[in-house]
């Protein structure tokens, strides 16, 4: 009933910047909180960033300073800007939203499928 979809992703140089995207479609009421993750080859899946409705921000301790993670409420969509990139940032970052479905007004929780990022000279 909801979805994702994530773009932005691509390569660059360490020292260059991205911006991700992450529109969230459906039967959407509200999104109350979207998040990224990323996910590199072999490991687990990492917090990056969340914002609320509200504005309020919250970010891993790896991306503070470089990281800007934003939303335009009005289209259901996350924005995450990516600055000063390092080769260790390349991943597939995967957005993630919460929030009430429209009609049955119970919660949803939804993953995209992932955007890859790579970060090399």
């Known amino acids: 009933q909801v979805q994702l979809v994530e773009s932005g992703g691509g390569l660059v140089q360490p020292g260059g910047s991205l911006r991700l995207s992450c529109a969230a479609s459906?039967?959407?009421?509200?999104?109350?909180?979207m998040r990224w993750y990323r996910q590199a080859p072999g490991k687990q899946r990492d917090f990056v960033a969340q914002?609320?409705?509200?504005?309020?921000?919250n970010y891993a301790e790896f991306v503070k300073g470089r990281f800007t993670i934003s939303r335009d409420n009005a289209k259901n969509t996350v924005y995450l800007q990516m600055n000063s990139l390092k080769p260790e940032d390349t991943a597939v970052y995967v957005c993630?939203?919460?929030?009430?479905?429209?009609?049955?007004?119970?919660?949803?929780?939804?993953w995209g499928q992932g955007t890859q990022v790579t970060v090399s000279s």
């Open positions: 459906g039967s959407i009421l509200s999104t109350e909180v």
């Open positions: 993630n939203a919460e929030g009430v479905l429209t009609l049955t007004l119970r919660l949803f929780y939804t």
């Open positions: 914002i609320g409705s509200g504005g309020t921000t």
